[in-house]
């Protein structure tokens, strides 16, 4: 019994050296290694995205961090019925510190969709 393929049109193209070579480049600065999807991407869609996703990774670090001090606030608060001043600008310096960044990324997303 044979397994039906998926994709099941075989195509063929033909590059010189220096095209493969520039086609390898691409798809090494892409991060694919797989050709197959690299040529059907760039055949479908014109192009590939790689996204740096450092920032995003910084910025849920950053969400944690003021979660986790909002919680231990609100233990506080429930467990000794207040708050202390030093602990809401704790919580106003480390949100201050999650928008700036955000707003960034905000703004280079909104670059990247308007290409």
Do not use: F
């Not at 075989?10 to 798809?27: F, G, P």
């Amino acid at each position: 019994m044979t397994k039906q393929r998926r994709r099941p049109i075989h195509l063929h193209i033909m590059v010189s050296e220096a095209e493969h070579a520039l086609i390898q480049e691409r798809m090494t600065e892409a991060g694919i290694r797989n050709m197959g999807a690299y040529m059907r991407k760039m055949a479908l869609n014109g192009y590939v995205l790689n996204v740096d996703l450092e920032p995003v990774r910084e910025l849920v670090s950053l969400q944690r961090r003021c979660s986790n001090n909002l919680n231990q606030v609100a233990i506080s608060a429930n467990t000794y019925g207040g708050i202390y001043p030093e602990e809401i600008k704790a919580l106003q310096k480390d949100y201050a510190e999650l928008w700036e960044p955000l707003s960034d990324l905000l703004k280079t997303l909104s670059e990247v969709v308007a290409l």
